[in-house]
C-alpha cells in the first residue's frame, strides 16, 4: 500500500511547465545560444552515433530469465489442510516445524498432512482420527517425551498472517531464511485466508465475507485446532502484514487469556493514518491492476516489471498462488489464461474495519513489538508518540516495496531471529553471597516495548 499510495500522490500533483536555462536563448555573442567556428567545425568533423556504434563491441546475449512456478517443497517442510472445529472452511497452512519441534494435534480427521522433505514431521493421527500421508512411515510415528523434554522441545513458532489479495506463500521465502538464520529453533507457519490461495469454502459468501470478527476466528480456529493445550504449546510469535495485522493484534489478548505464550508481535509496512488516508485511492490503484494474464509465467512478469515484488525467486513460488485459471479458460494449467484469485474490490466495505484502531492495538498489547516498514514511511500520531516513549522497536528497509518479506527476506529474517531472541531470554544469576547451593535466581529480561 505504501508505494501506491506514495505513487498515487505525486500523480495528483500538477505538472509544472518546462523551464530552460537563462543563457539558452542567447543574442550569438559568444554567451547565448550560438556555436562558434572551431566548435561548429568540432562536431561537424566528429564520428556519427552509427560510426561509433559499429566500433563497439557487441552487446553480449544473456539467458532469459527463468520465471518458470516453483515448488513450495523447497521453503517449506508440509503442507497441511486445516478445518477447525465448528467451520466449514478447509484452510490450507503451510508448516516448518521447529527442531526440535512440539507436536502440533494431528489427531483429529480433519487434516491432510503432506511432507515434501525429509525432516522432523509430527506425529499423525491414532485410533480417535485418521489422515492421508505421502511421507515415509517414520514420519508418522507417534512420540512420547517427559515433562522436561517437552518443556525443551515447546519452541517457537513464527505465525504469519498475510495481506489482501495475497497468500501463505507470500512468506514462503522469508520462511526458508528463519529456518536457517535461527538453526532450527524457530518454526514458520503460514496459511491461506479465506478466500485466498488454496483455502476452500462450501460457499462463495464465505469466500468473500472477510470481516475482522471472520478473519480473527479463522486465525484462533487454525491455532487451537494445531496446538489445543496451552500448557504444552509452543510459544508464538504473530506476525501480520497489511490486512493480516488487524487479525493477530485482536488475536493477542485472546491467546494470552487462554494461557498461549506470546512473546511478541510483528507488523509489515501499515500504518493506520496512512492506510485510512489511502482508502478513498484504492479503487483506482486496484482498477490499474490487469484483470487477466496470458499465463501464470506472464503474471510472474508482471509482478517483477511493475516492481510489485522485487524478488524473482519469491515472486515463482507467491504469484501462482495469487491466482486461477479463467472461468472461459480450457487450459486449467499454468500455460492457460489466468485470473486474479481474490477479488479486492469486493472486499470494500471491510477495509476501514480492517484499519480502525490499529494504532492503539498495537501500542497495547501485553508483549513486545515491533514495527517494520518499507522507506521512510510516516508514521500517524499514536504511533510517533509511542515510538518517542520507546514503546516498540521500529525498523526501516530500504530499497522494498510493500511486499517486503518478498522482496528482502534475507534483511527481515534477521530483524525477526533477533527480535525473538532478545526478548525470550531469560538470565540466570549466581546464587548471593551466603545463599544456600543451588538457589541461583531467575531474571526474565524486559522486553522491548513492554509496559
Known sequence: ?????????????????????????????????????????????????SQLGAMLPPAPKSPAQDLSPL????????ALEVTPRGSSMAFR??????????????????????????????????????????????????????????GKAKGTYLVCHHGAGAGGLSFAALAKEVTEKSAGEMGVLAYDARGHGKTKAQTKSEETTLTLENLLADLMGILEHLFPDPKDAPSLVLMGHSMGAAPILAAVPLLQKKGYTVPGIIVLDVV????????????????????????????????????SIRNATSARVSVPSYLTPAPDETDPGPQGKQVWRTDLLA??????????????????????????????ERLDKDLMVGQMQGK?????LQDVGHYLHEDNPTALASLIVTFWRRNTRVLVLPPKIGAPAGSAGVVGVRRVGED
Open 93 to 150: 497452512v503451510y508448516l516448518t516445524p521447529t527442531n526440535p519441534q512440539p507436536s502440533p494435534n494431528l489427531s483429529t480427521p480433519t487434516r491432510t498432512a503432506t511432507a515434501w522433505a525429509a525432516g522432523p514431521s509430527p506425529p499423525h493421527a491414532g485410533p480417535s482420527g485418521s489422515s492421508s500421508s505421502s511421507t515415509s512411515p517414520a514420519t508418522k510415528a507417534t512420540t512420547t517425551t517427559s515433562g522436561a523434554e517437552q
Open 392 to 396: 516498540f522497536q521500529l525498523e526501516v
Open 1 to 49: 500500500m505504501s508505494d501506491a499510495f506514495r505513487k498515487s500522490i505525486l500523480n495528483r500533483l500538477p505538472r509544472l511547465p518546462p523551464t530552460r536555462a537563462p543563457w539558452a536563448d542567447g543574442d550569438g555573442d559568444g554567451h547565448g545560444g550560438s556555436v562558434d567556428g572551431d566548435e561548429q567545425e568540432e562536431l561537424e568533423g566528429g564520428d556519427t552515433m
Open 347 to 376: 472486499t470494500e466495505p471491510y477495509w476501514a474495519e480492517w484499519w480502525g484502531g490499529l494504532s492503539q492495538k498495537f501500542l497495547t498489547a501485553k508483549c513486545a513489538r515491533m514495527l517494520v516498514l518499507a522507506g521512510q
Open 71 to 78: 515448488s513450495a517443497s523447497g521453503f517449506f517442510s508440509q
Open 272 to 307: 493506520e493514518g496512512t492506510a485510512v488516508e489511502s482508502l478513498p485511492l484504492m479503487k483506482g490503484i486496484l482498477s490499474s491492476r490487469p484483470a487477466s494474464f496470458r499465463s501464470v509465467v506472464d503474471a510472474i512478469h508482471w509482478h517483477l516489471h511493475s516492481s
